[in-house]
């Protein structure tokens, strides 16, 4: 049997949902939001993250601390630590309310009125997510765009520059976003793609012929 158009939503949107959750996690605690190369010293490069900083040396060795105080991180970093947390949040949510909502899934086959509401609050939770995701990671680059660029600081001092979580950060928003929408639209054709069953329709029994009751046939002449 062929899956409709919105079976293969579904499919898709479930994938990309995946996907960019699990990015979300891993740009929510890697420490390469920030890269920092310094002129006086090329043999260490300085990555900056949420949660701490670490230097890389030429053998490869990598130290890192973690971060002394909350309150004393700047507060691109302070708030993009607590939405990038709520993004996690909201996306384990999601992927789970819309598993529920799948067309493969048995759960709820009789309702699936109940299903469509599963697969929309799922693309909506999705859909946060991915809002949630975008919104730091664009602040947390916009602000290292300003400083970058900053005329009053000396050309002696080192700029902090992307990392490689920035650009994953930014996948990671579009593909729950794209995820949440293709189940959010594949929830509208939930309650008609399942055609109902056709009632069952007793069959014709011959009542005449229970209790004692015989049927005559009409016209019919008594022959001696």
Known sequence: MAWGWWAKA?????????????????????PLWKNLNLDLNELEVWNMGLWQVCITQEEGVVECQAHGSFLALPPDLRISRLLMCVSN?????????????????????????????????GGAALGMAGITTLVPVSWVA???????????VPDIVPRWEFGEATFLGWFAGAFLAAGGLLLACSARSTRTATPLAPACRQAPTAQGLVGGHHLHPKNADLVI
């Open 142 to 152: 916009y602000n290292t765009v300003l400083d970058f660029w900053d005329e009053t």
């Open 89 to 121: 949040g909201l996306g384990l949510l999601g992927c789970l309310l819309a598993a529920l909502g799948l067309e493969g899934w048995r759960t709820c086959e009789d309702k699936p009125g109940q299903k469509q509401r599963l697969l929309l609050a």
């Open 10 to 30: 579904q499919v898709a949107g479930m994938l990309l949902a995946l996907l960019g959750w699990v990015s979300s996690c891993v740009t929510t605690f890697v």
